[in-house]
């Protein structure tokens, strides 16, 4: 999400005249666009606004700004910790970006704007990703009305508003009229699309419209929540072509006693039911979660439930977290918090089961023929290619650089952790 974000503030950016450097000392403008979901992500833009100090010293002219949640979150606050700021920018504000620009420029005064609206305006902006992309972002809805215990979402993104399906459309027919041949629809909750606009499509239906735009081979969507997972979108699986056979359906924990205190809204049994129905409509679909380890008042016999569950499901991948607390969410203000020491074991643990399952899935994958969307050169070997398979497992083939953005057929020769080798039929 935050990728696309980022596009979309180059897209408003570019609109408005301006033009991309890939060297930070020759810029006139740096955004140092921020996710706060996690202490580590915030942790990580304050680090890289430190670095940006050295540079405002050297160009007293450049403006520095910070987008995103960790922006919305802190507001002004973010001058007194870093003084040489010209820019606070919040989620619901991206299209103001040129009007703030000048106003600095004109005024030589710093410039914030956090405030929160009904309808958030960025929203509708379309944006081509970098050339030579051959996939798409496309948000679908904003916002999330959940409330999970841990989480600061809803607070720096507001309520959850989606855009009518007809926009969404319009503009998938633009990225494909411009050679996009993979989309992914975007949203906090991809599965409750549709709960704001009334007599809209819901997102089986929309998923339905959007599959059938010429052009479009691939469809992809994150994120899924449990409880809200239809009968409707499991048949989707099973019934539309292009709809890629991945899910990523963040389950966070295991057990019953902790899922509760996260207000998930759904219990581990639940949760493997529609696991158990995804797969009865698509026997191959690969599945991948999120899982938080150390969540206040988890027991280690909680934490069994966790490796239990994913010892049944045997998830494709996982990302894992340890718990943060987050500013103003419920459960920082939960008893029971757990030691450094024990999260940092528990996620060992966790991880090192992972592996074995993603290792394990990948091995199932040797000698199958997979169709391989080239997305360009690997990042290990120049002399090689990469691309994923529709099940979302990355894929590198010798090859030729000018194969980007085409399907090829690929056996698979060799399995990894963490990416397949494939030979080109
Ligand atoms: N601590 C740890 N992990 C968190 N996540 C969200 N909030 C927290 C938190 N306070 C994780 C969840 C979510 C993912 C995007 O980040 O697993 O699905
Ligand atoms: Fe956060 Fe829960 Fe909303 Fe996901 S569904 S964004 S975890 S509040």
Redesign the pocket.
Known sequence: MNVHDSQQMAQILSDAGYVKTDEAGRADIIIVNTCSVRGKAAQKAYSQLGRLRKLKKKKPGLVIGVAGCLAQEHGTEFFKRAPYLDLVLGTHNIHRFPEMIEEINNTKSRVVDTSFHESVRSLGIRTLPPDGDVSAYVTIMQG?N???SY?I??YVRGREESRTSGDIIDEIRFLADNGISEVTLLG??VNSYGSTLSGDADFPALLRMVSKINGINRIRFT?S?PKDLSGGLADCFADLDNLCEHIHL?VQAGSNHVLKRMKRGYTAEEYLKKIDMLKSRCPDISITSDIIVGFPGEKDSDFQKTIDLMKEVRFDNTFSFKYSDRRGTASEKYDGKIEEEVKRARLCELQALQESHSLEKNRSLEEVVKDVLIEGVSKNNDADITGRTRDNKIVNIAGDIGLTGKTVKARITRAYTHSLRGEMI
Do not use: I, L, R, Y
Request: aromatic residues 8%; hydrophobic residues 15%.
């Open positions: 999330c959940n409330f999970c989480c979402v809803p906090q909750n994120t929540h963040p």
